[in-house]
């Protein structure tokens, strides 16, 4: 999937080219399961199951380091 076509639109601040959001995220604690619940909320919320959606696309999902 390809969005460089409409970033600009939807870019959330308009001066930067990139951003780090690590230390945000660790000042608020978030752990793997955390943010899996997250997604998974989010996921629940339009009818759809994290499950479902990463079995889907179980051979580009990313691996916790060890």
Same mark, same amino acid.
């Given at each position: 999937?390809?969005?460089?076509?409409? %970033?600009?639109?939807? !870019?959330?601040?308009?001066?930067?080219?990139? +951003?780090?959001?690590?230390? @945000?995220?660790?000042?608020?604690? %978030?752990?793997?399961? !955390?943010?899996?619940?997250?997604?998974?909320? +989010?996921?629940?919320?339009? @009818?759809?199951?994290?499950?479902?959606?990463?079995?889907?696309?179980?051979?580009?999902?990313?691996?916790?380091?060890?």
């Amino acid at each position: 999937m390809d969005w460089s076509n409409i %970033f600009d639109m939807c !870019k959330p601040y308009k001066n930067i080219t990139a +951003f780090d959001v690590t230390e @945000g995220m660790k000042t608020k604690n %978030f752990t793997v399961n !955390k943010m899996f619940h997250l997604a998974d909320e +989010f996921y629940r919320s339009m @009818g759809e199951s994290l499950i479902i959606v990463h079995l889907t696309i179980a051979n580009k999902s990313i691996d916790k380091k060890r």
